[in-house]
């Protein structure tokens, strides 16, 4: 686990990383219900994998707008018949999507390298000790409760992370080993989730990789007039535009287009051969 960790950790640094997205839930707003069996898990996990992802996100609890939480008990329930032959089953790093300790603890034993948490280490009060100790890396997840659009976002934001990581600090994680997420379709309006993702240089202060996730999201839906599934190049487009912003890692469901859109992007943008 420590070094696919490392190993995921050098790559942001070198190259825009692609997150592939499994979930095994029957609620996700858009895939909802596909990789709920053992076998279709693992035959979409080795799927991302040949379509060139960096590192596969396997979340057990939908997060979507509007979402009926689930007990930890169900949580673990999905996850253990999957979880460790997913990680047998690819040579990527894999990452938990979970914002409760007991599931990042089972994950982090089974194998997971990197824990998302859509909470911040905020929502759970032994989040931060639990990745401390697993020796994971972690992506610090702007929310909110509710939204409120007469809120400073970026103000907000800031608040959000600068907890977030005293929390990390206390409980001993490296900070190297974080990860900033701005949280676009949580806890905002549709205008503040665009500032959002505008003002994505704002975080550059604080020296930590930036990850967007916009995949297929309702955000789309007023700009493109686009249902769920027609909504991948809006969502390639914007990935673009935020790693022109300084965003490096990207959370998708369509692995294999944003391979090749990023391979593009770093030959202009990251290639040093191209500044001379």
Known sequence: MQQKRDQFLALIAARSA???????????????GKFQSHDAAIAHARKLTDEGADIIDVGAESTRPGHVPVPVEEELARLKPVLADIVKATPLPVSIDTS???VARLAIEMGAALVNDVWGLQRDPAMA??????????????NRESID??????SDMRRFFDHSLE???????????????PGIGFGKTKDQNLIALRRLDHFK????????????KSLFAPIL????????????????IAAARGASIFRVHDVAEHVAAFKVFDAIERNPAAAL
């Open 18 to 32: 692609i997150m592939g997205i499994l979930n095994v839930t029957p609620d996700s707003f858009s895939d909802g």
């Open 100 to 102: 409760k300790a007991p």
């Open 129 to 142: 000790d639990v990745v401390a100790e697993g020796g994971a890396a972690a992506v610090v997840m702007h």
């Open 149 to 154: 659009p007469a809120l400073d976002i970026l």
């Open 167 to 181: 929390l990390a600090e206390k409980a001993g994680i490296p900070r190297h080993y974080l990860i900033l997420d």
């Open 205 to 216: 202060d604080y020296g930590l990789p930036l990850l967007v996730g916009v995949s297929r």
């Open 225 to 240: 007039g686009a249902a769920v599934d027609e909504r991948m190049i809006g969502t390639v487009a914007t990935n673009i």
